[in-house]
């Protein structure tokens, strides 16, 4: 069927908020770099440059009432994005001495309205098998709904993931497993080495259309009863030779698409402002914690 004008315009505005999306989680990775450079990061933090692609058309993949399980930051960060709930308080849970609940940001009604795709911060509840039981839950309840489990690509090797995949099949549950391939150039094979028995969907991770079109058909496969799927996404790292920056992908496709540099420039701008406010509120929640310094006295006594 060929595409009305008003159809390829609403598909054209879908590409321009994935393109905005993965702005923000660049940008946002930006700001957690320099902050670790800056000394001010309270643990461990792994820049995904080049991973923006998978991580935003993952997610928007999902569907309101879908559950999603992980512990990958940057996914958790284009949850966050792709649900329109403020950054802030993501930056200033990293930053913060102690850990941040809610830095006086209120939860609004479209924040509650997805309470439930959000995963805690047990790492028992972002795990593979744990993920099951969310599945489990769904299929008893009925509805289509789904769990998304999104693990590393050194996870996906693991025994419990091939637990994991052997129940699934079992149950036939409503599950899609997502793992990131991420070639670093050591020549070391990543990734998943076996299927498990698993369909598998192998996609190009630089390209956040095809990444969300391969997901959403796992996710409606397993909303129909068709069971679980793993959705493999090659990706690079932007300091690798033979990768290509998902940024810089996407604004080709859409220059060829016919979007102005103008157009994309203020998708850049505001992209740039959403984040700096977002860094200057943790950076103000950050200074007004800290302790105030101790200053010494005009003078000294005799007695000193």
Request: with cysteine.
């Amino acid at each position: 069927m060929a595409r009305t004008p008003e159809l390829s315009a609403a598909h054209l505005g879908e590409q321009l908020e994935l393109y905005r999306r993965m702005w923000v989680l660049r940008l946002l990775d930006m700001a957690l770099e320099e902050s670790r450079i800056d000394g001010l990061l309270n643990g461990p933090m792994v820049a995904a440059f080049g991973q923006e692609a998978v991580a935003v058309g993952t997610i928007a993949a999902l569907r309101p009432g879908d559950i999603m399980s992980t512990a990958i930051r940057h996914f958790e960060h284009a949850q966050r994005v792709g649900q329109v709930l403020p950054l802030g308080p993501a930056i200033a849970e990293m930053i913060a001495p102690r850990p941040v609940a809610a830095c006086g940001v209120q939860e609004s009604p479209f924040a509650a309205e997805w309470k439930q795709i959000f995963a805690t911060s047990n790492p028992l509840r972002r795990s593979i098998l744990f993920a099951l039981g969310d599945a489990y839950a769904q299929q008893v309840a009925g509805g289509g709904k789904v769990t998304l489990c999104v693990v590393g690509d050194d996870a996906v090797n693991s025994p419990e993931f091939k637990s994991a995949a052997t129940i699934a099949l079992s149950w036939r549950l409503p599950v899609v497993f997502v793992v990131e391939n991420i070639r670093d150039g050591s020549g070391v094979r990543r990734g998943p080495r076996e299927r498990h028995g698993l369909p598998v969907l192998s996609v190009d991770g630089k390209n956040v259309v095809t990444v969300h079109d391969s997901v959403a058909q796992a996710v409606q496969r397993a909303g129909a009863g068709g069971g679980p799927t793993l959705v493999e996404a090659v990706t690079y790292r932007t300091n690798h030779p033979a990768g290509v920056d998902p940024l810089v992908y996407a604004r080709r496709q859409l220059t060829r698409a016919g979007v102005s540099a103008a157009h994309l420039y203020e998708v850049e701008r505001r992209a740039r402002r959403l984040v700096g406010e977002a860094a200057a509120f943790a950076n103000a929640q950050l200074r007004a914690e800290r302790p105030a310094p101790v200053s010494e006295p005009g003078h000294w006594s005799s007695a000193s």
